[in-house]
């Protein structure tokens, strides 16, 4: 089966770490193509021409990209570990805040790194990581006693977001402000599944301090 | 049935359109409640906290916005006349276009507006709408013989990208070289579902003005 599903990505992008995640809890065997982003393969341009990036994955030579889109196509073809809700009403809840993460938490954390925490770009940050935070009341994960698929694209926020404030000196998530996101985040990167699938945290750094030009 | 589903919208709004069509499409009765986005109703704010936009879905008093995500939540409710594809294949790489368009096609073209047709934005929207131009090969819309969700999605294009290019005198979509968007763009307006969801072009294409500043 192995030959069956393969994945194009490389370690330090969290959005191929998303794809691991939902391949490893579901238990789907595949090839992990390691991919250099300043000499992409002749390969990952052919199956991903639009985006022209990771992650791709490939499924009996069907091409599919964009994460979010590639959970969604692994949640319908491999029923078991269910990555989204039954309910129709809670699944499209997580896809909000599955998009949300992307469309507006993220963007958000970023301009605060490239503005070096500006007092503006902070707090329009904390205003987005505050809907994240009042979310997980009463809750271990967003999906709930397990993970799910907003957990999954929060990765980004449990470990990514830390290693970017390290490497600037830049705190944003305080566990003062955000004392269930700060919980969430230390349940979530425990999971087994999830850890085994991180890459190391100085490599991050050091690839934040790469990004944002810092000595 | 009329009080179960609401939807807040207003005629202008093209992801409002789009659930519009939805609705009418798979025969939906609802209440439509027009908003004026200078002057939110607390309803509004309420049901969208986040986003405080249109459109919001008010189905059995449970809100739901974003318009993809209302679309697959529409579809996952009410089977009859399906907007996504069974196939997980297609139906995965339906979810790429309508992200796509939403994603990258629509701030290329916003862009090529606020740059007032400057030529390297010209070329960047060209560059996108040609991965749509491709798309349509041997086909009469995105979905084949029929509508799909890349199509509701691309009412935009359909329909509003003629309003800017009107408003500001700039011609993207030429029929030189984009001949089947042009013809699709014909083609879906002229759907009966389409044709009865559309606002008018007048208004439209003063809205553009005021947004790009044109006298």
């Not at 329009?124 to 709930?144: C, I, R, V, W, Y």
Request: hydrophobic share 40%; net charge negative.
């Amino acid at each position: 089966m192995a030959d069956e599903v393969k994945l194009y990505g490389f370690d330090e992008s969290p959005f191929a770490c998303r794809i691991r995640i939902v391949l490893n809890l579901k238990g789907i065997k595949y090839d992990f193509v390691v991919e250099d982003l300043f000499n992409k393969s002749a390969d990952l341009l052919k199956n991903n021409p639009v985006n022209k990036t990771v992650p791709v994955l490939l499924h009996k030579g069907n091409p599919i990209s964009e994460s979010l889109v590639i959970i969604e196509y692994l949640d319908d073809v491999w029923k078991e570990v269910p990555i989204l809700p039954e309910d129709a009403y809670r699944k499209g809840q997580d896809r909000f805040w599955a998009k949300f993460i992307d469309d507006k938490c993220t963007p958000a954390l970023l301009k605060t790194f490239s503005c070096r925490g500006e007092e503006q770009a902070l707090s329009e940050a904390h205003e987005q990581l505050q809907f994240l935070e009042n979310e997980l009341e009463g809750k271990k994960f967003f999906g709930g006693d397990n993970i799910n698929v907003v957990d999954i694209a929060a990765t980004t926020i449990a470990f990514w977001l830390g290693a970017a404030e390290e490497a600037l000196g830049i705190k944003v998530l305080t566990k003062d402000k955000f004392p269930k996101i700060t919980e969430w985040s230390a349940n979530y990167i425990n999971c087994q599944v999830v850890k085994d699938n991180l890459p190391t945290k100085e490599n991050l750094v050091a690839g934040f301090k790469k990004l944002f030009g810092v000595a």
